[in-house]
């Protein structure tokens, strides 16, 4: 019983958030210069005054604002986040297209991180001075001080330019089909460069803390008991150590989802990948105002569902927290 | 009086250790020279880093330029000089502007507790699911960008970890009883605050700040790159940013600022392990 209140008031919590955030973003369509009326009116080269008035009518510009915000969520709710002039499409749509892409590339790489960096974390502890340790923290430093978009175009440079082993940019040759597993060998092919510089930012930051972590676990008293009783270092480090030693790195990596995104942005534009990120870069770059506050609206629900997910793992993994 | 003299306060033993943590003396030294470039650099070249130079795209080690040129003949040296100022000023500033707002919402949290903690805590969480660039892209497009609205963004986007810090601290020292001493001879609540648990609540808070720097620098550096930085005002980010289509003829104009951003990074993030080795060594990573 008391699972299920925790559970709903989280759940409600959540939606509070997103509420928030939508309130925000049509605080943020407001201050934007310009209301969408005249953006048409711009794009379709001219417009009477009456017809300004009338299209004004139509999307109810002309009524105070709380009824405006009250339509806005009703919109928001049906899923119509607005229409791109830029891109002459519904922003649902934009956004639609593009996320593929974006998961591929974060899926691929914070997996990618999180198993070798746990594993690299793991071994390393075992000896807490030894060449594993040190080259763990100088990866951390150099993965926290690298900016990532110079990171990107040095592997560019390196293993596009001057060993030209990967492609520049894109997700698929220009002569590609986008069919059979030509394609996804192709995709394949385009995706490792970007997956390894997002990847590296995270595989520093998860060796590090699974290996603090597991510092820490090994210090414990049930890890002396273990071995106490005569199992061996592999059953103790293998089956006690790190199941513990995981769930810090687990929390990092859900609440941290925001920064993968961000992450996401910079990757995609020095790549050309033609992701969530990418569009966040080009609807900037054009001032196409609708599209990069459905972006922000739609990443800040990702992570919102992402937390409260991560706490639900969390809460699966470990039986000792209960609610409080 | 001798004696008490000789006996060594915290602050002053934790001066000792960082000055025998050699990274961390490598890390001021670093910053040490950024800063100086920075400071006396353009003062020294006395050149307009926008002017054009020679040819576009000469490479390192030429005779008109040491560092190369860009795409238009500006010179890589030049702007490295100019741009590093842009860059140090918006990451100290907007450090300064997070830490503040942080530090101040995070102690309000902590020592009143109850309803202003709640409220306090829920402002906190609703930045905290925001995507940081994505929302400082944001407010950078829609205000247009300049030194200014880039600092703001990024000082108002970046402060809820020093704020948690903060907060665990102040909850942790409310109610002992130096605090309560304090309170009993009638210490007004900003007193406390401000005066009372601040100082004892600072070392984790030091680092913390120190570490905003770096990630300002590098948030800077990102806003830049993507095309949103202050397009009169040279900065190591802006650099790359517009030298990113001709990386593969001109690769030095991308190198050379990303490097200068990765040794101040580098340098600054030294200086804080040092401090946390020093300042929390109960806290230290073995």
């Known amino acids: 019983m008391g699972a299920l209140r925790y559970l709903l008031s989280r759940l409600l919590q959540g939606l509070a958030l997103v509420l928030a955030v939508v309130v925000l973003n049509f605080i943020l369509v407001h201050a934007a210069p310009g209301d969408p009326v005249e953006t048409i009116a711009g794009a379709s080269g001219g417009m009477s005054e009456e017809l300004q008035a009338e299209l004004r009518k139509q999307y109810g510009l002309d009524k105070p604002l709380p009824v405006q915000l009250g339509i806005y969520l009703g919109r928001v709710v049906t899923g119509d986040l607005g229409y791109s002039y830029f891109f002459n499409l519904p922003v649902s749509n934009l956004i639609a297209e593009r996320v593929p892409a974006t998961l591929l590339l974060v899926l691929t790489s914070v997996l990618a991180a999180f198993l070798i960096g746990t594993t690299l974390g793991v071994l390393s502890a075992r000896r807490p001075n030894g060449w594993l340790s040190q080259m763990i923290n100088v990866m951390s430093l150099v993965g926290f001080a690298a900016p990532v978009f110079w990171m990107g175009m040095l592997l560019i440079i390196l293993l596009a330019s001057v060993f030209p082993i990967f492609p520049v940019s894109g997700m698929r040759a220009i002569e590609s089909s986008g069919k059979g597993w030509g394609d996804v060998l192709d995709v394949l092919h385009h995706l490792i460069l970007p997956a390894l510089t997002l990847g590296l930012v995270y595989l520093a930051q998860y060796s590090r803390l699974s290996r603090a972590a597991m510092l820490d676990v090994l210090g414990a008293d049930y890890i002396r008991t273990a071995r106490a009783k005569g199992l061996s270092d592999r059953a103790v480090l293998y089956k006690h150590a790190l199941r513990n030693a995981v769930l810090p790195v687990i929390t990092v990596l859900g609440l941290q989802f925001g920064n993968v995104l961000a992450g996401a942005i910079v990757v995609e534009t020095v790549f050309n990948w033609p992701g969530l990120g990418r569009l966040a870069f080009e609807s900037v770059l054009r001032r196409d105002y609708p599209t990069i506050l459905g972006v922000l609206l739609f990443s800040a629900v990702v992570v919102v569902v992402m937390n409260q997910l991560t706490d639900l793992c969390y809460r699966l993994i470990d039986p000792r927290i209960k609610s409080s | ?286």
């Not at chain 2, 040491?66 to 030049?78: E, H, Q, W």
């Not at chain 2, 490295?80 to 830490?99: F, Q």
């Open chain 2, 1 to 286: 009086m001798k004696e008490i003299d000789q006996v060594q306060g915290p602050w002053r033993e934790a001066m000792h250790m960082f000055m025998r943590n050699r990274s961390a003396i490598a890390g001021i030294v670093m910053l040490g020279l950024v800063l100086l470039v920075a400071i006396a650099g353009p003062w020294v070249l006395g050149a307009d880093p926008f002017e054009i130079r020679a040819a576009p795209l000469t490479p390192p080690l030429s005779e008109d330029a040491f560092l190369g040129t860009d795409y238009l003949g500006r010179d890589v040296l030049t702007t490295l000089v100019y741009g590093g100022r842009a860059t140090l000023l918006v990451g100290a500033i907007a450090a300064l502007l997070s830490v503040t707002i942080g530090i101040t919402l995070g102690a309000f949290a902590g020592y009143y507790g109850g309803r202003v903690d709640a409220i306090l805590m829920r402002i906190t969480e609703f930045f905290q699911v925001l995507p940081a660039l994505l929302f400082a892209m944001v407010v950078v497009t829609l205000f247009s960008p300049s030194l200014v609205t880039i600092t703001l963004a990024i000082g108002v986007v970046s402060w809820t970890g020093t704020a948690r810090l903060t907060r665990a601290e102040f909850m942790k020292y409310r109610n002992l009883d130096f605090v309560r001493a304090q309170r009993s001879i009638g210490a007004s609540h900003a007193r406390i605050i401000w005066r009372v648990i601040l100082p004892n609540a600072l070392p984790p808070l030091i680092v913390s700040a120190t570490l905003a720097i770096g990630a300002a620098i590098l948030f800077e550096a990102g806003l830049s790159f993507l095309g949103l930085g202050d397009p009169n005002q040279m900065s190591w980010g802006l650099m790359i940013g517009s030298s990113r289509q001709y990386i593969f003829s001109c690769w030095w104009a991308v190198a050379f600022p990303g490097t200068a951003i990765f040794i101040t990074v580098l340098a600054v993030s030294l200086i804080g392990d040092g401090l946390n080795d020093a300042l929390n060594p109960k806290l230290r990573e073995r």
